[in-house]
Structure formats: structure tokens, C-alpha cells
């Protein structure tokens, strides 16, 4: 059947649910091997997370010219960041930039929701339906729909009661909100929450912070490119990407050989010191090798980060209170800061400590606490997401015995390689569960991802075959694996989103891959160098 035929009759040689990051450069790859591909998006544009979060402070934490694509010399060369950490309005734009120069958006639907994706043994293909009643069928199906793009709101009591205005932060309204004599509730005090608190709080009327868990935050460290700088960059590209591709994250940061113990404490003051002052995941992933897993270790650097926080902090109670005292320093999500802390030094900035003086219901004018009543005008729910499975619960996803992935997955994901599921053919999982993307700089990992797809299609085209499903066995090592991998770590120690802990129910599991990019990289090429070992192909 001819091309024009196959997109005529809604059928094509693959559909890819999400135009962000991954699912963009899995369009352009499949289009190069002269593939039929529809790409079904719900917004309304390009972008993914950078599409859906617009809250003010919203930006990246790698360094903007690791994060950009790689696979284009020409795009590298046009496009020039114009910080070190780029602000989400400019990573959109940049996005948007790359759809057009790559003519991709003729390819997607915007604005489509996708409902159910079901497996036809007797067709053998896949056949999507949209919310919007659009049908599509496809040889492979493969979804691009981010590690973290299911909002969780917890039900609080008589939270559709209040009668102001209230979203969760990755639901931020379009159009521009003034909060300069607004009483504003944040909920939340992760990654987005210490970026958006920084920001609204230079001009908001009374800010009330919830804190259900404090982090450790580190500085940012961002600041403009000046025009030397962008020349510098651009011909340092390849050493760059060389430099993510060879570190454990992928990237700019990667992990010091030596022991936290056996460096002489005024050397390792030094050390951490010298880390604090640099931009980026520094402290985080460019520490001593072992802060990760001896806790012995991990203390010398939680304790050196909540000196800095109450170095910070004018007031010594509400600096106690910012200070993590129930996990270590890196085993969550470590956010990057630039004046979170100083935020607390304004008279109309009050935190709210939760775990000492719980929420007991939202009420009509605000939040009710187990000491007082707060009226407020707006509430924000920076209670972050169902993170890596939890937007595959949003589509009804059906393999080829008729069992859904949700029945599945229900104790916790199983896959191959962390982008196939046995019972499930020639669907692949982008930024999947267990999947090296998950645990490192997201688009680096991204285009290894796309980049093993779109062979295995060129794999499977040159050679007859049209159908690829992982084998149960391959599946069982590989999900084994994954768990061996992270449970001499302190990450499987510490309640995260790591581990699905902020999701009541949610069966505690290690949903990423801890054993490093390069690491993940070498065992993809040896599957393919032996014949796609662990897959069966017909």
C-alpha cells in the first residue's frame, strides 16, 4: 500500500503519542528512514513539559547548551542560548524553532487526546482512538509522554469548595496572572515549587509556603551568555556532548573517584565549598563517589548543606525548619535555587510547616490548619506527579492476550531495557520505566533512546521482519537488574517520587535506572551487536 494510501485511510507505518523532546526527534528519525508517521499531542503546540509549565521561574537546571539536540550541526550553529540556564518562554521557543526548520508539525495533531491505544492481533497493528473521536492504526506504537506529566493533586477535604481561583502548577493559565495584592497559597516545596516561590514572591501581596518535606537546594549559579561565551560554546559542541555521553548522568558533572571518608575533613570542606560555588548539579553529581551509598558519607555533605541554608535564613527557627532532617542529602530530587532561602526573609513570606501543623481541609476562603484558618485568594498545588508510570494510566493501553498495561504494571512496572514490555509488540517506550533516560540529562539519554528505535525499525525493514516483542525471560533479568542496581544506594532508602512514595497506593518500586548512561548505552549495543538478544523478531 503506498504511502499517500496508508495517511489517506488514518494508517501509518508508526504513531508517537507527545510532540515534546523525544517525541520531535522520534518524528524526524522515523521520517529520515522514509516512515509514515502520526504524531498525536494534547496541547496545542510543541514542547512537552516546556509546553505545559509556564509558572513563573520556570527553567532548566542542566546547562542549556547540554540540553540542546545534537543530531543537527546546522541547528546547533543557529541557534545561540541566551543563559547558561535556559527560562522556559526561550526553551519553547526553541522547540518551536526546531519544528519549523524541520517542517515536522505537518505530522502532528494538536489538541488530540489519545483515549485508548489497543494491539489487533488479527490487523497486527495498532489502533488509537482519541478523546476527540479520531481513529488512527500504525505498525508500531510509540509514546512519548514524559517522566513527569501526570499532575497529582492529593484530595484534601473541601478542596472544590474554595471559592477562589486554584491550579496545579503545571496547569498555569496562559495569560498573565498579577499576584501583587493577592493571598497566595503554594502547597508543595520541590524542584518547581522553590523555582516559582523565588519568583512570586519579588511581588505577590502575602505569600503562604506549605511545607510537607524540606530539600536540599543548592544555587543555581545561572547567568547571561555574552557573545564570547556563545562563540566558545559552539565550537566546543562535540566536546560537550562527549562529555555527557561518557558521564554517569550525561551531564556536565560526573563523579569524583575518591571516598568522602578518605579525604582529610578540611580538604573535603574545601572540596564542597569549591562544588557549592560552581552552576549546576555540582554538589549533587559531581560529589565523591560514594555519597550516594555509604550514609556515613552522605552526612558530611547533608550537613554541610544545612549549614548553608541557615547561613541564609534570618530567622533561626524558620531556618531549622528549611533544613531536611529524615533523608540525606541527594537521595531526592535535589532542586537548584537563586534566592529560595532570602525568599523567607521577607515580612510577607510565611512558611507553614506541615508536618507540625497539618492541613485539615480546604474551606470556601482558604486553608484550615490545626492551629488557624488562612484566607487566601488563590491556591497553587506545587504537589508535583504521578512520575514515569503514571501517564500510562491515563490511556487505556491493551497488548495482544487483551491484558491492560495498567493490570500489568499494577505491582510495579516490568519491561526490557525499560522501552518494551513483554505481551506488548512493537511498542516501544520512550523516557520509559527503567529506562536509562529517566535517571539523567533528560534529552542527551533522549536521543539514545530514538536514536535505538528508529534502527531497530530500520533493522526490522531491512530484513523482512514486522513484528518485535521482548521475550519473558529478557524481561525478568532486565526489571532484576534494575532493582540489584539501586538497592545498595540510599535513593531506595529515602521516601521520593524515585520510588512512587508520593502517591498513596502506588506500590513502592525503583521506576528509574541507577546504573549510569554509559553503562545503559553499552548494554543497548551489545542487544542489537547480538542479533537484538532477548527480543523475538518475526
Not at 505545559?52 to 545534537?70: K, L, Q, T, V
Not at 496562559?174 to 516561590?197: C, F, H, N, P, Y
Not at 549549614?307 to 527557627?317: G, N
Request: charged share 25%.
Amino acid at each position: 500500500m503506498s504511502k499517500a494510501k496508508e495517511n489517506s485511510n488514518q494508517i501509518f507505518d508508526a504513531i508517537v503519542i507527545g510532540a515534546g523532546i523525544s517525541g520531535m526527534y522520534q518524528l524526524y528519525s522515523l521520517r529520515k528512514l522514509g516512515k509514515s508517521v502520526k504524531v498525536v499531542e494534547a496541547g496545542s503546540d510543541v514542547g512537552g513539559t516546556w509546553y505545559w509549565n509556564r509558572y513563573p521561574g520556570c527553567r532548566f537546571d542542566s546547562e542549556s547548551y547540554s540540553y540542546a539536540y545534537s543530531f543537527s550541526k546546522d541547528l546547533l550553529e543557529e541557534w545561540d542560548w541566551t543563559e547558561h540556564f535556559s527560562p522556559q518562554p526561550e526553551t519553547l521557543k526553541y522547540l518551536q524553532y526546531v519544528a519549523k526548520k524541520f517542517d515536522l508539525k505537518k505530522d502532528i495533531q494538536f489538541n488530540a487526546k489519545v483515549k485508548t491505544a489497543n494491539y489487533d492481533s488479527k490487523k497486527t497493528r495498532w489502533v488509537v482512538r482519541t478523546e476527540e473521536g479520531d481513529t488512527f492504526e500504525s505498525t508500531f506504537l510509540i509514546t512519548a509522554i514524559g517522566a513527569l506529566s501526570s499532575p497529582y493533586v492529593p484530595e484534601f477535604k473541601g478542596k472544590d469548595s474554595f471559592r477562589g481561583k486554584s491550579w496545579h502548577t503545571s496547569q498555569w493559565p496562559k495569560e498573565s496572572v498579577d499576584l501583587s495584592t493577592k493571598r497566595v497559597g503554594v502547597i508543595g516545596t520541590g524542584a518547581t515549587a522553590v523555582q516559582m516561590i523565588t519568583e512570586i514572591s519579588k511581588d505577590v501581596g502575602e505569600l503562604y509556603v506549605f511545607q510537607l518535606k524540606p530539600e536540599y537546594c543548592v544555587p543555581l549559579g545561572n547567568r547571561k551568555i555574552d557573545a564570547d561565551t556563545q562563540k566558545d560554546i559552539k565550537k566546543r559542541y562535540p566536546e560537550i556532548f562527549k562529555k555527557c555521553k561518557n558521564s554517569f548522568g550525561s551531564f556536565l558533572h560526573d563523579f569524583d573517584e575518591r571516598s568522602a571518608l578518605d579525604v582529610p575533613p578540611e580538604e573535603r570542606e574545601r572540596f564542597y565549598e569549591e562544588l557549592w560555588g560552581q552552576p549546576g548539579f555540582g554538589l549533587w553529581l559531581g560529589n565523591f563517589h560514594d555519597i550516594l551509598t555509604n550514609q556515613e558519607a552522605n552526612d558530611t555533605v547533608s550537613e554541610f548543606v544545612r549549614k548553608k541554608i541557615k547561613e541564609q535564613v534570618d530567622d533561626p527557627v524558620i531556618a531549622e525548619k528549611l533544613c531536611p532532617k529524615d533523608h540525606g542529602f541527594g537521595t531526592r530530587r535535589v532542586p537548584l535555587e537563586s534566592g529560595y532561602y532570602k525568599a523567607y526573609n521577607r515580612p510577607n513570606v510565611h512558611l507553614i510547616d506541615i508536618t507540625e501543623n497539618p492541613i485539615e481541609n480546604i474551606t470556601p476562603s482558604g486553608i484550615q490548619t490545626k492551629e488557624s484558618n488562612i484566607d487566601l485568594d488563590l491556591i497553587i498545588y506545587a504537589t508535583g506527579f504521578d512520575a514515569i508510570t503514571g501517564a500510562f494510566k491515563n490511556i487505556e493501553i491493551t497488548g495482544e492476550e487483551g491484558q491492560s498495561l495498567e493490570e500489568k504494571w499494577k505491582d510495579g512496572p516490568s519491561t526490557y531495557l525499560g522501552l518494551q514490555t513483554q505481551g506488548f509488540p512493537n511498542f516501544f517506550t520512550l523516557v520509559g520505566p527503567h529506562n536509562g533516560s529517566t535517571f539523567c540529562n533528560i534529552p542527551r539519554c533522549i536521543e539514545q533512546n530514538v536514536e535505538w528505535v528508529s534502527e531497530c525499525v530500520k533493522y526490522m525493514s531491512d530484513n523482512g521482519f514486522s513484528k518485535i516483542e521482548t521475550e519473558k525471560k529478557a524481561e525478568e533479568e532486565w526489571t532484576q537488574h534494575v532493582y540489584e542496581v539501586a538497592e545498595p544506594s540510599l535513593l531506595m532508602k529515602t521516601d521520593s517520587w524515585f520510588v512512587g512514595a508520593n502517591i498513596p497506593g502506588k506500590k513502592r518500586n525503583f521506576l528509574m535506572y541507577a546504573g549510569g548512561s554509559p553503562t545503559y548505552r553499552a548494554k543497548c549495543e551489545e542487544i542489537v551487536e547480538n542479533g537484538y538478544e532477548g527480543f523475538k523478531l518475526s
